[in-house]
């Protein structure tokens, strides 16, 4: 069974920084595509950034050149990492997992599983 343990989340102002992790169990993290996503308050769940099984990184245009998305496959871990944070980034982040390297690397319908979540919080 395929679960997803997200974290890492907390509440910093405003041009801090976060590292979120997500530790993968039941399956080798080098088998799927991965990504975070966020969902503010109210609003609809986004994808913020997404890494293929090749390696390949895809980014929102909102946290290019912010956020950095990376693995370690030897850990089954995910990772993303968020600097110069803004208001604008609060949400509750979830980590996921797909099976297939899909087209819309940021839309969530491309994944199978996902973690439980973990809140951002950023202060002006």
């Known amino acids: 069974q395929v679960q997803l343990a997200d974290s890492g989340g907390g509440s910093v102002q405003a041009g801090g920084s976060l590292k979120l992790s997500c530790v993968v169990s039941g399956e080798f993290l080098s088998n799927f595509a991965m990504a975070w996503f966020r969902q503010p308050p109210g609003k609809e769940r986004e994808g913020v950034a997404a890494?293929?099984?090749?390696?390949?990184?895809t980014y929102a245009d909102s946290v290019k050149g912010r956020f950095t998305i990376s693995r370690d496959n030897s850990k089954n871990i995910l990772l993303l990492e968020m600097n110069t944070l803004k208001p604008e980034d609060t949400a509750m982040y979830y980590c996921a997992a797909g099976w297939d390297n899909g087209l819309h690397a940021l839309q969530t319908y491309e994944y199978n599983y996902w973690g439980q979540g973990t809140q951002v919080t950023v202060s002006s």
């Open positions: 890494l293929d099984s090749g390696g390949r990184a």
